[in-house]
């Protein structure tokens, strides 16, 4: 009973500490949005489940089916990301420490953190549930209400993936590596394989998909069995079928329970691998107080050294100098540049030389189809991160907001060595298309190079974190520069469309706008 008490008390504390977070409410604002595009008007000039040209009714099961896989795919990424961050959160606030000096077992504390991670990702996946019936209502197909089709795909697909998210994102945790940005990043791409082959996956969302394609199939059976999930424009307007739901049968149930039993197994494991909150060498120095013995005669000593110091420590006011301001700039942009490669080690200084080096030796198109290209904007993403939030993360804000000018020019001081950084690594790149006389991709990455420290500097001050520009950098990466996706390519590098200087006119804008956001905030925060 003990066990199952430490592991209540763990789990409610995390979770009413998470609950209070704004994060909550934005990663349930966008999933809320996706349900609602993932279920488009009749009239929509879009679909998002296309079966051969078909798709169902819009009756209880088909939105709790639709909504469920949305839902599933959506929360599996951010998810994770909000919820990535109990163990750090303990540690940086000193409740860690605590817990190491009880008698906790590091198996109950980790459990608790993955029910906690389980009960919050829950909680907007059952806000989901409560909305799909008014979206249901809203389309107006057919508005007759069914509680089992509804729900099911919730609780037999999303909860069990959720549970999942929530067991990664502690392990990721209590491996040292896997806590900061790299990790970050191996979820990310960890992710893209998921959704890339989530078609042959027997437990994920092709439960669904391949319920529907049966059933199809009875009616039209000359039709192909091919379906297609996304955001797809149609000219013509999907025909539709009546469709009743999965039918849950009992090794469909035990072969969805076994992913929540996965959940459970990487915890275990991962007890075995965590060190808890004990510092290195915390052995070692104890047993060095614990020597030190403690005399009368090293208390008088110490009292007389205390008292010599203080009588020489003071001084009149009248014999201190004056205060004389200097407003050096450039001084304190370089050290914020030093400031921010202070977290880069040997090996990532090495990386970015060779990225600096390797485009100079091949052409702007062979880097491009090598994908040097993208790989060398990706790389500076850790220090990026930290653009706009080391006052708040190592507690200096109060007494940088006390400085002269502190607003502007800390501000604009940030962002420059921002740029710097990025010139250092993209530098050789751009070199190249000089040599090259390539205007068009020249023109992308110099925008570039003051729009990605900005979006950085942003979100640092308005998040006073770096996991939300870590996610929706990776997001913008991954649709632009490698899916060469149109408007979010803010390299450039699809094929020109005949809106070169339009294109980047918008992402100078953009990069002003995001200055001017991170400057109100910040000057609020002075203000404060």
């Not at 191996?186 to 992710?191: E, G, Q, S, V």
């Not at 996965?262 to 020597?291: C, D, P, Q, T």
């Not at 690594?425 to 040599?435: E, K, L, P």
Request: aromatic share 14%.
């Amino acid at each position: 009973m003990s066990s199952i008490r430490s592991i209540y008390y763990i789990a409610r504390a995390d979770f009413l500490e998470r609950i209070r977070q704004n994060s909550l409410l934005v990663i349930l604002f966008v999933t809320l949005l996706a349900a609602y595009i993932f279920v488009p008007p009749v009239d929509a000039g879009y679909v998002t489940l296309n079966l051969d040209g078909y798709r169902g009714i819009y009756n209880s099961a088909w939105i709790g089916s639709s909504v469920a896989i949305s839902t599933t795919l959506l929360l599996s990424l951010l998810g994770f990301y909000l919820v990535k961050n109990c163990i750090q959160r303990d540690e940086s606030t000193g409740v860690g420490q605590i817990i190491a000096s009880s008698s906790m077992k590091k198996m109950y504390y980790l459990m608790g953190k993955l029910l906690s991670n389980i009960f919050v990702l829950s909680v907007i996946t059952g806000v989901v549930v409560v909305v799909s019936p008014i979206m249901q209502w809203v389309r107006g197909e057919d508005r007759t209400f069914e509680l089992w089709p509804l729900i099911s795909p919730f609780l037999f697909l999303t909860l069990p993936f959720m549970a999942v998210v929530a067991a990664l994102a502690v392990v990721f945790e209590t491996f040292h590596f896997l806590k900061g940005t790299l990790g970050n990043v191996i979820y990310f791409f960890l992710y893209l394989l998921f959704t890339a082959g989530s078609g042959a996956l027997a437990f994920g969302p092709q439960i669904i998909i391949s319920a529907m394609q049966k059933d199809l199939l009875l009616i039209h059976p000359e039709l192909p069995g091919s379906y297609g999930m996304g955001i797809l424009f149609q000219r013509e307007p999907l025909h539709w079928f009546e469709w009743q739901g999965v039918i849950w049968t009992f090794e469909l149930l035990i072969q969805q329970l076994e992913i929540v039993m996965v959940s459970f197994v990487l915890i275990a494991g991962a007890s075995v691998i965590f060190h808890g909150f004990r510092e290195k060498g915390y052995a070692k120095r104890k047993h060095e107080l614990a020597m030190v013995e403690i005399t009368p005669a090293y208390n008088k000593e110490l009292d007389s050294q205390i008292k010599y110091e203080s009588l020489n420590s003071r001084c009149q006011a009248a014999t201190l100098s004056p205060v004389v301001f200097k407003d050096s700039f450039w001084a304190l942009a370089i050290a914020e540049w030093k400031l921010i490669l202070k977290s880069a080690s040997l090996r990532w200084l090495i990386v970015a030389a060779i990225l600096f080096i390797l485009p100079l030796a091949v052409s702007v198109s062979e880097s491009s189809e090598w994908l040097v290209w993208p790989v060398i904007w990706i790389w500076p993403i850790k220090l990026w991160s930290g653009m706009g939030n080391q006052d708040v993360r190592y507690g200096t804000q109060f007494l940088v907001v006390s400085s002269r000018r502190y607003v502007i020019l800390q501000l604009m001081a940030s962002w420059i060595s921002g740029i710097i950084l990025t010139c250092m690594v993209t530098g050789g790149m751009i070199i190249r298309m000089v040599f090259e006389g390539d205007l068009e991709h020249l023109l992308y990455n110099v925008a570039a190079v003051f729009l990605i420290p900005s979006l950085a500097l942003a979100c640092g001050v308005l998040t006073k974190g770096w996991r939300t520009f870590e996610l929706l950098y990776l997001i913008i990466w991954y649709l632009g520069p490698l899916s060469k996706l149109p408007y979010l390519d803010f390299l450039g590098t699809h094929n020109s469309n005949g809106d070169l200087l339009m294109m980047n006119s918008v992402y100078l804008l953009i990069s002003l706008g995001l200055l001017l956001v991170a400057y109100q905030s910040r000057k609020r925060l002075g203000q404060d």
